[in-house]
Structure formats: structure tokens, C-alpha cells
């Protein structure tokens, strides 16, 4: 990816952590952990403090884009890896070479307008976005500038 400010999209059952949650997280920030994919723990890899982050409610009636966020902690071990009474242990992960990583974030807004995937995909602007790809499937996953900027402007929010 280019140098600068990236952009990308973050999946969560809203059940699980909603976008309500990250508003009322104590200094609205969280870690992002449990990420159990290679290639979404790669992005996050990626990801640089100041990075804007779409917060997607996936598994949801309808599953959409409710807000956004922003990267204020670069990459470093998920701690779940290692604690054998999380659901997200991983018994071949060890401390002197961590396979999972995960970020924190920061909540910025929750969008005035809902965005449901299925509008999404009705915006030829977006055609391209990896969200809308058949089988996009990843939980974290880099959204261009461009979409990031019709995203905010379909769903009201502002921009930075």
C-alpha cells in the first residue's frame, strides 16, 4: 500500500462489540483482538497510527457500515492467544514468536445513516470495494481513499 494514510473496514457482530460498545469503551478505544486470519492479521500489520477504519456490523439484520474509527496503537501480540480459557486461544502460539497480532482503535462517529451492504453494492462507485467482492469473507480488509470518500459522504459522516 502507498505511504500515507490508509483506509480500511473492520467487521463485528454487533452481539459480540457493537459501534455502541467502542462509543462507550473508557476512552473510546479498544484492542481489536481475535483476529484468527492470516491474511486480515496481515492488513493489520499494515495499519499505522491515524489510519481511518470503517466499522462494519456484520452477522446483523442488515449487516452494514455503521460508523468509523481510527488506528491509535500499531500492531502488537493479541494477548487471547495465549490464555487457554479464551475462545480465541491458540495452543500453537507462543510468546517468543506470537502468531496473532491485533491494533487498537478509537471510536469517531457512528454514521447518521446506516450503510446496508446491500446499498453498497447498488453504488457503482464501489464496485471495486473488497467488501462487495464475491466471497470477501475477512474481517479486516483495506478500503481505498476513493470508496472511503463515497462511503462518508452516502452516510452523512465527516470526513478528516
Known amino acids: 500500500m502507498a505511504q500515507g494514510r490508509q483506509y480500511w473496514l473492520m467487521k463485528s457482530e454487533p452481539r459480540v462489540f457493537s459501534i455502541e460498545d467502542l462509543a462507550h469503551a473508557p476512552g473510546q478505544t479498544t484492542g481489536w483482538d481475535g483476529v484468527r ?11 499505522a497510527v491515524g489510519d481511518q477504519v470503517l466499522f462494519y456490523h456484520s452477522n ?3 449487516p452494514a457500515v455503521v460508523g468509523s474509527a481510527e488506528v491509535v496503537r500499531t500492531a502488537y501480540p493479541d494477548e487471547t492467544q495465549f490464555d487457554p480459557t479464551d475462545h480465541h486461544y491458540d495452543p500453537a502460539s507462543v510468546r517468543a514468536a506470537p502468531r496473532w497480532e491485533m ?19 447498488q453504488e457503482p462507485r464501489l464496485h471495486a ?9 475477512l474481517s479486516v480488509q483495506p ?5 472511503w ?12
Open 37 to 47: 486470519n492470516y491474511q486480515a492479521r496481515n492488513f493489520m500489520r499494515m495499519m
Open 60 to 62: 446483523a439484520a442488515p
Open 103 to 121: 491494533v487498537d482503535i478509537r471510536y469517531r462517529q457512528t454514521f447518521t445513516t446506516s450503510l446496508p451492504l446491500d446499498w453498497l453494492r
Open 129 to 137: 470495494m473488497v467488501l462487495l467482492q464475491k466471497g470477501s469473507r
Open 143 to 147: 478500503v481505498t481513499a476513493a470508496a
Open 149 to 160: 470518500a463515497v462511503v462518508l459522504k452516502l452516510a452523512g459522516g465527516r470526513s478528516r
